[in-house]
């Protein structure tokens, strides 16, 4: 699909701006579709459109995190193997329900999933502990990874926003890893999901090439930047302002989507 009349250079700018903020607040603390989802619905663009879009313009930023955490050997694909997998299979699996979603329900639906998914990450606290390495990959630990992936991999198939920091809050309580492993974790399963559901979304037809490449472009330059200060500063001194202005404009969303005509 391809930028229909009424899209001009203001909104394109807005989209891509929004991209980077989007892929270094995601690479520090997960979350960035929060912040692009919205955005892309406040464009114009239909819930299934804005959705496929997102994980193409996502995949970008998603793979340029990874790789600079496995570069700092900060992601072992051996020992996550499972979580991969199974990440693949559920990301598959929601986002053909999503397919099968009609398009007033996902437009008053995901607002609210956001809404609370912001709330979430604003309140919930990431454990960090002292053990600086994988734990032993046991047969408990082999099915927490096929649970854990199935489950995160179907939530990001089917909605996505705040996948990322679920990874990384859900990862450092079952495995008590560090953040830093915790983000790597999640930096990469995000990548395996967003490019799973990105292949099933473009299969319905659900992608806007242009605006999805031209945001992954600039999710990709800030999720370089955000990864690198992930590394060195961690993801206290932006998530608090990120998370209300997610809300603030989730809300929006909501209001108009639920309360006007």
């Known amino acids: 699909m391809f930028i229909d009349s009424t899209f001009n250079f203001e909104i394109w700018f807005t989209l891509c701006a929004i991209g980077f903020i989007a892929g270094l607040i995601d690479a520090i603390a997960g979350g960035g579709g929060m912040l692009t989802v919205p955005t892309l619905l406040s464009a114009g663009l239909p819930p299934h459109l804005a959705l496929g879009t997102n994980k193409l313009a996502a995949s970008f930023g998603s793979l340029t995190a990874s790789v600079t955490f496995y570069r700092k050997k900060l992601f072992d694909p051996k020992f996550w193997r499972l979580s991969i997998l199974y990440t693949a299979i559920g990301a598959v699996a929601g986002t053909f329900a999503v397919g099968y979603l009609s398009g007033d329900f996902l437009e008053k639906f995901i607002p609210i999933v956001i809404v609370i998914t912001a709330i979430y990450?604003?309140?919930?606290?990431?454990?960090?502990?002292?053990?600086?390495?994988?734990?032993?990959?046991?047969?408990?630990?082999?099915?927490?990874?096929?649970?854990?992936?199935?489950?995160?991999?179907?939530?990001?198939?089917?909605?996505?926003?705040?996948?990322?920091?679920?990874?990384?809050?859900?990862?450092?309580?079952?495995?008590?890893?560090?953040?830093?492993?915790?983000?790597?974790?999640?930096?990469?399963?995000?990548?395996?999901?967003?490019?799973?559901?990105?292949?099933?979304?473009?299969?319905?037809?659900?992608?806007?090439?242009?605006?999805?490449?031209?945001m992954g472009i600039f999710i990709m330059l800030g999720a370089a930047v955000g990864a690198h200060w992930a590394i060195k500063f961690g993801n206290r001194f932006i998530r608090p302002v990120f998370i209300i202005v997610v809300i603030s404009m989730s809300a929006n969303l909501t209001y108009h989507a639920w309360f006007t005509q």
């Not at 630990?141 to 926003?161: C, E, M, N, R």
């Not at 920091?165 to 079952?174: I, P, R, V």
């Not at 830093?180 to 990548?191: E, K, P, V």
């Open 121 to 214: 990450t604003l309140f919930s606290k990431t454990i960090v502990t002292e053990l600086k390495g994988l734990p032993a990959l046991t047969f408990r630990v082999k099915v927490t990874q096929s649970i854990q992936g199935s489950l995160l991999g179907f939530y990001d198939g089917f909605a996505g926003p705040g996948t990322g920091a679920f990874w990384t809050a859900s990862s450092s309580a079952l495995y008590k890893i560090n953040i830093l492993l915790s983000c790597g974790l999640a930096r990469s399963t995000n990548f395996v999901s967003n490019f799973c559901s990105l292949l099933t979304f473009i299969y319905f037809g659900y992608v806007n090439f242009i605006i999805g490449i031209s």
